[in-house]
Nanobody, 111 residues
């Protein structure tokens, strides 16, 4: 059974940083492309970033240059380092593998 558990969200001021983590279990983590998505209030869920098994990374234009996705295959953990956060980054952030989703972690950027 695939389980994805996000953590690391919270309240941060504009310009601040957060690092999200996603602990995976029930899968051979290292062979899968993993991703982060987010959903802001009243909006559809949107792609943020993904990383392939070969460590190729892809980002939404809105976060390029500010966010960094990475993975630790030994720990079976996916990360999202978020810098220079903006109020428009406020959303619930979800870890994703194919049709599997975590429960999400809230990120609020506000002064």
């Amino acid at each position: 059974q695939v389980q994805l558990v996000e953590s690391g969200g919270g309240l941060v001021q504009p310009g601040g940083s957060l690092r999200l983590s996603c602990a995976a279990s029930g899968i051979m983590f290292r062979i899968y492309t993993m991703g982060w998505f987010r959903q802001a209030p009243g909006k559809q869920r949107e792609f943020v970033a993904r990383i392939t098994s070969g460590d190729m990374t892809y980002y939404a234009d809105s976060v390029k240059g500010r966010f960094t996705i990475s993975r630790d295959n030994v720990k079976k953990t996916l990360y999202l380092q978020m810098n220079s956060l903006k109020p428009e980054d406020t959303a619930i952030y979800y870890c994703n593998k194919d049709e599997n989703w975590g429960q999400g972690t809230q990120v609020t950027v506000s002064s």
